[in-house]
């Protein structure tokens, strides 16, 4: 679902017909926020390490990650606005998987801040 910010006044609860994940989302309750964690951009690496690594070898991911906002409950005090990119707490992300379709919820205390939107 790609939401912008002309559509800052819309929730999920004023359409109860749209379907996100497959699965109909009416509300969202206890302060949590629901969210879609966004791709980060792999770095692309141009030199060849000159240290041997595992061929499974992972960077480590950061502690953070960067989610669009797709609704909130009614008792949020955080000012935010449907299709605002948020930076939260990786580890504090839920994953909520129903009849196979992700779901992913943080509450609202471990969101940082919002992202503004780049300009090239």
Same mark, same amino acid.
């Given at each position: 679902?790609?939401?912008n910010?002309?559509?800052?006044?819309?929730?999920?609860?004023?359409?109860?017909?749209?379907?996100?994940?497959?699965?109909?989302?009416?509300?969202?309750?206890?302060?949590?926020?629901?969210?879609?964690?966004?791709? #980060?951009? /792999?770095?692309?690496?141009? @030199?060849?390490? &000159?240290?041997?690594?595992?061929?499974? !070898?992972?960077?480590?991911?950061?502690?953070?990650?960067?989610?669009?906002?797709?609704?909130?409950?009614?008792?949020?005090?955080?000012?935010?606005?449907?299709g605002?990119?948020?930076?939260?707490?990786?580890?504090?992300?839920? #994953?909520? /998987?129903?009849?196979?379709? @992700?779901?992913? &919820?943080?509450l609202?205390?471990?969101? !940082?801040?919002?992202?503004?939107?780049?300009?090239?």
């Amino acid at each position: 679902m790609v939401l912008n910010r002309a559509c800052s006044n819309f929730s999920l609860r004023d359409k109860p017909s749209l379907i996100f994940g497959g699965k109909m989302i009416n509300e969202v309750y206890n302060r949590h926020v629901l969210i879609k964690p966004l791709e #980060e951009k /792999e770095e692309v690496e141009i @030199k060849q390490s &000159l240290i041997a690594l595992p061929d499974d !070898y992972k960077k480590p991911e950061s502690p953070y990650a960067v989610a669009r906002v797709l609704d909130f409950a009614d008792d949020c005090k955080c000012r935010l606005s449907i299709g605002t990119d948020v930076i939260l707490e990786r580890r504090m992300m839920i #994953e909520v /998987e129903v009849k196979g379709q @992700k779901n992913y &919820l943080v509450l609202e205390n471990y969101i !940082y801040g919002s992202i503004a939107d780049e300009i090239n």
